[in-house]
């Protein structure tokens, strides 16, 4: 069946400039990660969606990013004024559930954004 | 706050080579800890977990202990292939509601495997 996808692969922007990356998780999973993967580190959590509401918000690192779904499936992560240290690999990453009972997460491909 | 440090990179072997990629945590409570595998041009992969103390995970002749005494989760494997050059990446999964699963990772081991 289809995996995680995330589009665009690849994204310029210059500095200043508002970006939108896109998550489509894997059909029925009802829960939903954003992490951020700066070069040569792993990836750091942003945000966490259980269904449509934002359950855990606790890694976004200012106002300039925010994160929606919805309709509890796509996920929109938006990043306003872009600074050159927004540059990284966004991640999205779903589960068939969230919450305290162990679920894995399956990876899309990631989205790789350079602000320059 | 959780951690999670990961033995610096890169590894290079030679195929057939003993691999061992060294990995320790600091987190609350009793974590499950995790392997993935991320290969050149592709997504984050489980590679294999475990959920407790003592439980050992595995998965395509790869290892590791979940040793809580050392707060450590080594990946072994005995004997190396070219196909196993990637970024190995160690993380780990808090346990309680409140984490909701979220996963803190290490900053990721590249590993090159020669013929």
């Known amino acids: 069946g289809a995996g995680v996808s995330q589009t665009p692969s690849n994204k310029v922007t210059e500095k200043g400039k508002y970006v939108e990356l896109r998550c489509d998780p894997i059909s029925g999973h009802t829960a939903l990660y954003w992490y951020r993967q700066s070069l040569g580190q792993g990836p750091e959590f942003l945000i966490y969606f259980q269904g449509t509401g934002a359950a855990d918000d606790s890694g976004l690192p200012n106002d300039r990013f925010f994160a929606v779904r919805p309709e509890g499936s796509v996920s929109t992560l938006k990043i306003q004024r872009t600074e050159r240290g927004d540059s990284a690999v966004y991640l999205c990453?779903?589960?068939?559930?969230?919450?305290?009972?162990?679920?894995?997460?399956?990876f899309g491909p990631g989205t790789r954004l350079t602000v320059l | 706050g959780n951690s999670v440090t990961q033995m610096e990179g890169p590894v290079t072997l030679s195929e057939e080579a003993f691999l061992t990629i060294n990995c320790t945590y600091t987190a609350t409570g009793y974590p499950s800890l995790f392997w993935y595998v991320q290969y050149p041009g592709e997504g984050l992969q489980l590679l294999l977990k475990a959920t407790k103390a003592d439980d050992k995970g595995s998965n395509k002749g790869f290892e590791a202990t979940y040793r809580k005494e050392t707060t450590s989760f080594h990946l072994e494997k005995g004997s190396v292939q070219v196909s196993d050059s990637a970024v190995y990446f160690c993380?780990?999964?808090?346990?309680?509601?409140?984490?909701?699963?979220?996963?803190?990772f290490g900053q990721g081991t590249i590993l090159t495997v020669h013929p």
């Open positions: 990453a779903s589960s068939p559930k969230g919450g305290s009972s162990y679920n894995e997460q399956f």
């Open positions: 993380a780990l999964r808090s346990a309680g509601g409140t984490s909701y699963g979220k996963l803190t």
